[in-house]
């Protein structure tokens, strides 16, 4: 899908209005790599935003996707060796809105920081935000990430 993307970066409800984006669902996410927020949008009388959450993406080296994609397949928990991530959903291949960083047993946090350009492309939110995405966005739902 194209977009006009030139309201973008000065205001999201503007962006989202001027588009009439739709959605199968009652909702929509968006994150703004620049300004490193990601929105929901619910859909009542046409889009109102419900949360914003400051998140931290991709670093250069590694940088977040950008385009228009839509929720995929969740996963309670991913972890390796010495990291694990909560509330894995999927955006497209290997990029995720997950949790803050953990150990690998899940239960201390190795790396809370949010509104920074760190990660290795997925988006990180709070453990409480990106849950709640986890429990209410349903697959299929539209994501913008530019």
């Known amino acids: 899908m ?3 993307y030139d309201k973008f970066d000065k205001s999201i409800t503007e962006f989202v209005k001027e588009n009439n984006i ?3 669902t009652d909702y929509l996410l968006i994150t703004s790599l620049k300004d490193k927020f990601t929105y929901v949008y619910e859909y009542k009388n046409g889009w109102e935003l419900e949360y914003k959450w400051s998140s931290t993406v ?3 080296s590694t940088p977040t996707i ?3 994609f839509s929720v995929g397949i969740k996963y309670p928990a991913i972890g390796g060796n010495t990291s694990s991530v909560k509330y894995a959903t999927n955006i497209v291949d290997d990029y ?3 949790s803050i ?3 690998d047993k899940g239960f201390n946090i190795k790396d809370d920081r949010l509104g920074v350009a760190i990660s290795h492309g997925c988006i990180r939110l709070a453990t409480s935000s990106v849950k709640w995405i986890y429990d209410n966005i349903t697959e299929g739902t539209p994501i ?3």
Do not use: P, W
């Open 96 to 98: 995720y809105y997950h």
């Open 101 to 103: 960083i953990y150990d």
């Open 2 to 4: 194209a977009y006009n």
């Open 58 to 60: 991709g670093k250069l």
């Open 66 to 68: 950008k385009g228009v």
């Open 144 to 146: 913008i990430i530019n």
């Open 22 to 24: 739709q959605s199968s």
